[in-house]
DNA sequence: TAACAGGGTTATC
DNA sequence: GATAACCCTGTT
């Protein structure tokens, strides 16, 4: 099992390999779309409003994060879970089971509710290169710019823009971060929030039983641009309802496909959201 | 090189 | 249940 060890002045997480946390998976798997990675092999990206690095070791995950921040890292990675242990225990079918073996460290993310649901709102029907160009172009326009440095080397970044800021833009400047028929529930969703920052009520159902998952479902459906799929996404990614189960195009051809056109969720117990994301993983990234 | 199709969906007829 | 809303990319 691994451990938070100090490493100098800042944590990192010991005896941790790749089956349990797959940076190079859980970041780029399609659940977030602002990390990247630089020419030394660290993953970058926000955790709030600090600039964060990573670098993953055979046996290690080496960080910049120092032991203040530490309980929001492990919160952000779900580190306080093991993988390996509660899904590699379930009794799978052959199809969950090839997926797994092929996307396993991929760990769910519990993401600030307002970034994920601006970002899963400019999924609709559109690539993930897509929904990248936009969210960046959101945070360096309307987010505050950070810097940091680390092991000699000047990191920048923006942090997502928060409700208030985005607020402020006019529907011509979202449209400017090319997010086209999007901007209107981008527009419709900041003043909505603005009256009545129904969000922070969803905040609290973070990990929460089926019925609070249910009314997180509801209560984002009510926001234009948001569906079933979208809600889904935000659910999983930002309020940690594991039980969630986004489907899009792929999923359902999945479905199709493998369960012929309709998919037992039980057998999966409270985890079919981690489910749906090895398949999914294992859809985009098999060929 | 220009033209075009289609993509991780939703709202609205 | 069909259709259109946009921007980007890959293909021809």
Redesign the pocket.
């Known amino acids: 099992m691994h451990k938070i060890l100090k490493d100098g002045q800042y944590i990192k997480i010991d005896n941790i390999t790749k089956n349990e946390l797959d940076l190079d998976k859980t970041l780029d798997c ?1 659940q977030a779309f602002r990390w990247r990675k630089d020419s030394d092999g660290c993953w970058v990206g926000m955790i709030k409003n600090n600039l964060c690095i990573l670098k993953q070791h055979e046996n290690y995950i080496e960080t910049n994060i120092t032991e203040d921040k530490k309980d929001e890292f492990i919160n952000y990675f779900n580190i306080d879970m093991c993988y390996e242990d509660e899904i590699g225990k379930l009794d799978l079918d052959t199809y969950a089971r090839k997926t797994y073996e092929f996307s396993k460290g991929i760990h769910i993310l519990r993401q600030p509710y307002f970034e994920a649901t601006v970002t899963f709102l400019m ?8 929904i990248r ?1 936009i969210v960046n172009s959101l945070s360096e326009k309307f987010g505050e710019q950070v810097e940091t440095e680390y092991k000699g080397k000047k990191y920048v970044d923006y942090a997502f823009p928060t409700l208030e800021n985005l607020n402020k833009a006019s529907l011509f400047d979202l ?1 400017l971060c ?4 999007r901007a209107d529930y981008l527009k419709s969703l900041c003043e909505r929030l603005s009256e009545n920052n129904i969000l922070e009520q969803l905040e609290k159902y973070v990990n929460g039983d089926t019925g609070k998952y249910r009314m997180t479902i509801k209560t984002l459906r009510m926001f ?8 889904n ?1 935000i659910a999983l990614f930002a309020g940690h309802h594991l039980c969630a189960f ?1 489907i ?3 999923m359902q051809q999945i479905i199709d496909t493998e369960y012929g056109g309709k998919i037992d969720l039980s057998k999966y117990k409270e985890y079919s959201g981690i489910i749906q994301q090895y398949m ?1 993983y294992y859809k ?1 990234f098999t060929k």
């Open positions: 399609g999924s609709s029907c559109n690539t993930m290169r897509n160009n449209q090319k997010m086209g028929f234009k641009g948001i569906g079933d799929k979208v809600a996404c986004p899009d195009t792929h999914f985009a």
